[in-house]
C-alpha cells in the first residue's frame, strides 16, 4: 500500500515556474514507477510525465516535454515535477500516481494522490 500526497500547486503567471512535490508513505516506494497526470476543468485525465523506479527512465507527454522535469529522491519517498515556461492551458489539477508498469495510461496507476490545483494567468 502506498499513500500519496501532492504539495506545490497554486497561481502563477504565464512564463513562471512551480516546483510540484510528492510525498509517498510506505517502505514500497522505490519499487513504483511513479507518474504525474493532470485534469483540466470538463476534461479528461492525462498522462503528463512518469519516471522509472530507480530515476533511470523517463517519458514525458509532447504537450510538456522541453519544459517539465521529472525527478525523484528514493530517500525521501518523493517524486518531483519541475514545471517551466507554463502556459496557461498547463491550468489543471495535478496528480501523482504509482504504477509497477511503465506506461502512460492511468489505468495501469495503483495508487493516486489527492491532486493540486496548478492555475496559470495570462
Known amino acids: 500500500q502506498v499513500q500519496l500526497v501532492e504539495s506545490g500547486g497554486g497561481l502563477v503567471q504565464a512564463g513562471g515556474s512551480l516546483k510540484l512535490s510528492c510525498a509517498a508513505s510506505?517502505?514500497?516506494?522505490?519499487?513504483?514507477?511513479m507518474g504525474w497526470f493532470r485534469q483540466a476543468p470538463g476534461k479528461e485525465r492525462e498522462f503528463a510525465a512518469v519516471?522509472?523506479?530507480?530515476?533511470?527512465?523517463?517519458l514525458y507527454a509532447d504537450s510538456v516535454k522541453g519544459r517539465f522535469t521529472i525527478s525523484r529522491d528514493n530517500a525521501k519517498n518523493t517524486v518531483y515535477l519541475q514545471l517551466n515556461s507554463l502556459k496557461p492551458e498547463d491550468t489543471a489539477v495535478y496528480y501523482c500516481?504509482?504504477?509497477?508498469?511503465?506506461?502512460?495510461?492511468?489505468?495501469?496507476?495503483?495508487?493516486w494522490g489527492q491532486g493540486t490545483q496548478v492555475t496559470v494567468s495570462s
Open positions: 500516481a504509482a504504477s509497477s508498469h511503465n506506461s502512460d495510461s492511468a489505468t495501469h496507476y495503483d495508487y
Open positions: 510506505g517502505r514500497t516506494f522505490s519499487m513504483y514507477n
Open positions: 519516471i522509472a523506479w530507480n530515476g533511470g527512465w523517463t
